[in-house]
């Protein structure tokens, strides 16, 4: 039997960001439905750091979940033979961010959401269809006690990378397979700082460690997708900057503990509206999780998405409309950074080794860490400046890859110096064009 049901919004997909998109558009005075397919949330796995951006997104919204985790103050970047920088959020003038079990949060969120006066939840049931009219959109809604119809002013779609509305919609989509993620968990004292997100790097391999408690921290190693390694076999797939406490910590896993594993992938879609259909989260674009960014980003989406159904409240197609432009160049500065970042962070060619080098050491700079901070952490989105922040790094990446074994002479050095130049920016503006065009989005989304 079908139902037919009107409200203003249907959200597809309780998780972060359709939990936040919920909370936010029932404060703006919007009717939701927000429709979660599973029942439960202790078994979800996903991001664990909320950057102070993130943070404040919450705040905004009157949420205060720092008691639910633990204070981490910026990352802590080792690389093979640069050594090692930290990049305080406090460089850029912020306070902490937030290290959390990811069950947590969304079971935080998700429960906040459920108690707001205006947001019906639907559970066990998920968007299948949608019928896009004129002025409203019909989506139709199945689970397995049944199937509905819902007459709609706008459909939030916020499931996920591998979003099926976005697929219904036809959404133009790019996605890119990259890598795979091995997660594991080891006692917090293993990490080097108690209090930072922790980056190893080298020109093939890259790890990330947190704390997600007092006493626990997440360990997570990338590698190639299609492997699946055993947690003895991470141990020999960590950078070499891994310290000696998490390679033991790793050891005394029990093989029956188990590693999860994620895969990940670069996804972007050239306009995250269409129809009456809106995408928020990891839906309207995903990258790789080495900024930790993913979970900062739904909630800016939430934000932005009920500023702008409160500035146009009669229009809420023309509303999500103007969200998507706006979100637009925040999104594409996300992407390519992590973008950029993976592929120096992977690639050992003597290029990509100097870009690697040229950073670290404009991050241990005093203006290099403002500009690194800001950038990872999304309190700086603007393409321009990370165009900025590359090009101070290109010409320091000349000193490191111009290193003559023999003193040359005058002339023998600058050209050697113009050929290292020549080299650097075109390898630089090539990844950078890449990583753009990459997000330009030209093709239908096949997921
Ligand atoms: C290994 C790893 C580490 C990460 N680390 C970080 C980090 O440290 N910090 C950070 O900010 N981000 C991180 N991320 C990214 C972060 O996890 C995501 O950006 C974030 O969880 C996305 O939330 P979301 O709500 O958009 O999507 P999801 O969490 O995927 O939620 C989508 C929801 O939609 C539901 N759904 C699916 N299909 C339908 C349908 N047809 N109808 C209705 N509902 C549907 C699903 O059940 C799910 O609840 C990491 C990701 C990975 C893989």
Known sequence: MTDHIATDVVIGGGGIAGSTAAIALSKAGVQVMLVEPTLRSDKRYGGEILHPKGLANLAELGLNLSALGADIDGFHVWEDQAGDVKLPYAASAQGPGLAIQHARLHAALFAEASQCSNVTVVRGMKVIGMVDHPNCIDVMVAGKCGRMSVRARLLVGADGSRSQIRKLAGFVCRRESLSMVSMATVPSSALPDSDCAHLFVDGERI????????????VMV????GTAPSPQEIIDLLPAACPTSIRKALCNQREDQGLRRFLTSLVSVDHACCGHT???GDASGTCHPLTASGMTAATSDALSLAKAIAEMPDDLGIAAT???????????????????LHEIYTDSTPRSTALRRAMMSDWGSVAGQVHGISLLSMTEDRPHQLLRSMTRILYRGLAHLHTPAAPLGLAGEFLAG?????????????LLTNSYRLLGGNGRDTA
Do not use: C
């Open 207 to 218: 790890a990330f460690a947190y704390p997600i408690d007092g006493m626990r921290a997440r």
């Open 222 to 225: 990338d590698h190639a997708s």
């Open 278 to 280: 809106v995408l928020v």
């Open 322 to 340: 103007s969200h998507a432009a706006r979100r637009k160049s925040r999104q594409l500065t996300r992407l390519a950074l992590a973008t950029l």
């Open 418 to 430: 113009v050929r290292a130049s020549k080299t650097v920016f075109r390898y630089g503006t090539a």
